[in-house]
Structure formats: C-alpha cells, structure tokens
C-alpha cells in the first residue's frame, strides 16, 4: 500500500464510519426478473443445508453448508444451529463488479468479499466503539476507498431468521442466477461480527431452473413501511408462513425491514426485545447465550428491483404468547413489532 493512497483512505475513514451508522447511505437496490412459468412448478425441492458451528477453543464462528450449487427458483435453507449463541444467515448476491474484480484479484469471490467488505467493516467498526481497537490486518488495499464502489449494489434475497442456540428453523425464498453470500452479522461479547469469525460462506446459484414448487401459503404475513399485518391469533398447527415483502426502505444502519419469529416465555421484556434488535448499537444485537428470547426463525432482507417479492417460514406453532419482530432500530415505534396468540378457540384463523 503506497503513503498517498493510505493517507486519502484513513481521512475518509471516520466519515464513512458516521455515514454507515447514522444511515446516510442509500443502499441501491436492482435484480434480475425471471419471466414466470405458466401454472405452478412441480417437482422436488430445491434444498441447502446449513449446520452453525461454533469452536470455543479457537472462538471460531462457521458456517457448514451440504452443498454450494443449486438450480435458480424456490430454494428451502433447513438452518441447524448448535451453538450456544443466535444467528441468521442473510443472502446479498454479488453485482457482476465485484465478481470482474475478484477474477482480477485472483480471489474466488468469497475470498474477495471478506477481503474488502468483511475485514474492512469490522476494521470501521473497531475504530469507533468505545474500547475496541482496529486490527491493521482487516484493513485492505484493493480499492482507494474503504469499502468497495459495489457494496450499495448489492441485491438481497431472504435467508434464514434469527434462530436461538440449539433450535432449528426452515426458510424458502425465489433466488435469482447468480453467486450469493450466507452470512451472520450478529456480534459477540467483545462487538466481533460473527462473519468476521468465519461465519460466512457461499452458494453459487446457476441459470438452469429447479422445478421446485413454490409453497402452498398457509399464513399470510404483509410486512411493508407501515408496519407487520398479521392476525393477532391463530390456532395451533403447523404453518407455510407466507411472508409478503411490498415494499422497502433503509432504516439507517444498511438494514431494510425483515421478519423473525420470537416466543414470548415467561419475563420476556418485549422493551428489551425492541432495543436489542438494532444492530449498530454497541451494546445490542450481540449474542451470547443470553439474547432477550427465544427466536424460532423466520426471513431475512429481501430487497429487489420486483417488490413485492415472498419468502416462506415453515414452523410449528404451539399454544402460547408469540410475535412478529424485524431487525430495524427499534421496531414497536415502526409498527414492525406485532405480539399474538396461539389458542385452541374456535373461529380463529390456521390448520
């Protein structure tokens, strides 16, 4: 790295901080459109597994994916997490730049997304929360700013919700061709992005189509900018939560609205619930066994050019006290925290 390009970089780097946190960056959203095929598909389904590891020894969060290929369409990701802690595994798919600039690199595209994205944003990260200091190893040289040109194209897609330590959960979204990150940003106890500890991996997604079918809705959740509509209870059951995304907006930190499901279990302080799932607050989102519920699941960010778009949750429902919540700074304020019942009365709504 030669001294003027350095120089330009590092008076840059506190601004850059602020804009990513403060929510100035617009983030650009586009996307591929398929044209749909008449009728619906039938034929197996489209399946990835996703195994969360975490290696205490070495403080190591991972990834372990059954396969990194699969046909374009309905694609169900059965999320196994047997960690202590709670995680999701979010899906931006790389622009074509990125992909040209990786092949330029002589990186394959993971590499090169942790090296300018991953490393870097936990190396701003670092340099702003109070007793953390930045590891000059995670800073790169590839491009002269920070972050890449590219980062505010990238396109997300779903993927499995927010899911407590030893649970499972099961998330169906339409992917698009093209080559994808899974991803966990959730941090640990000393503000360490999961996926800066290894919790990332890829899935290429090719342009054959898969014949999976899109699922039968069971539940319809409409989740927009004016907040989650869904019932406010149903009966017990098993469910194909359809989860409509209409429409998106930033909501300052880099994150549009999501939908993850949370168990409201006895001392659960809805409150505590809203303030911990604003990620750019030093002291919220970080997941260390003591997470303020129980999260059952649910899906991530889907932000393309043809909202609205629909991603499934497929869940078990059992008689008690629940909730809708999104991952934006505080929720209940946006509509986008909504409580309901499980309850065997008749008249209500479900299986």
Same mark, same amino acid.
């Given at each position: 790295?030669?001294?003027?390009? !350095? ?9 850059? /901080? ?11 959203? =586009? ?24 290696? !205490? ?15 374009? =369409? ?10 202590? !802690? ?24 993971? +590499? ?62 339409? *992917?698009?061709?093209?080559? %994808? ?52 209870? /149903? ?15 930033? %909501? ?7 939908? !993850? ?10 409150? +505590? ?38 991603? %499934?949750?497929?869940? /078990? ?18 509509? *986008? *925290?909504? +409580? ?12």
């Amino acid at each position: 790295m030669n001294g003027p390009k !350095h120089a330009n970089r590092r008076t840059v780097l506190r601004t850059t /901080v602020a804009t990513l946190v403060g929510g100035g960056l617009v983030m650009k959203r =586009g996307g591929a459109t398929r044209e749909p095929s008449p009728g619906k598909p039938q034929g197996r389904r489209n399946d990835v597994g996703i195994v969360a590891e975490h290696d !205490h020894d070495a403080d190591e969060h991972r990834f372990e994916l059954d396969r990194r290929e699969v046909a374009s =369409g309905w694609t169900t990701f059965e999320f196994d997490n047997r960690t202590d !802690h709670t995680h999701l595994a979010y899906l931006p798919r790389l622009p074509q730049r990125a992909l040209s600039d990786a092949e330029k690199e002589g990186m394959d595209p993971l +590499e090169f997304y942790v090296e300018t994205v991953t490393r870097p944003f936990q190396f701003l990260w670092d340099s702003e929360v109070p007793g953390k200091t930045p590891d000059s190893a995670d800073d790169t040289d590839v491009y002269d700013s920070v972050l890449p040109p590219w980062l505010e194209d990238l396109v997300f897609y779903g993927g499995p919700g927010l899911t407590s330590g030893h649970g499972s959960s099961t998330t169906t979204v339409d *992917l698009d061709p093209g080559e %994808y990150i899974v991803e966990c940003y959730a941090k640990d106890d000393t503000n360490d992005f999961h996926s800066s500890l290894g919790m990332i991996d890829q899935v290429s997604v090719t342009s054959e189509e898969s014949d999976a079918p899109e699922p039968d809705s069971t539940l319809d959740i409409s989740l927009s900018t004016d907040g989650i509509d869904a019932p406010a209870e /149903v009966r017990p059951g098993r469910y194909d939560v359809g989860v409509e995304f209409e429409n998106q907006q930033q %909501y300052g930190p880099l994150v549009g609205h999501d939908l !993850h499901l949370i168990r409201l279990e006895g001392g659960t302080d809805v409150e +505590e619930v809203d303030g911990w799932m604003n990620w750019a607050d030093p002291d919220q989102f970080v997941s260390n066994g003591d997470e303020p519920t129980t999260f059952l699941g649910g899906v991530s960010d889907i932000w393309t050019a043809d909202l609205p778009r629909t991603g %499934y949750l497929h869940v /078990v429902l059992e008689p008690g006290d629940y909730a809708w919540v999104a991952e934006v700074p505080d929720p209940a304020s946006k509509g *986008l *925290l909504a +409580e309901f019942g499980v309850h065997r009365e008749r008249g209500l709504p479900g299986q």
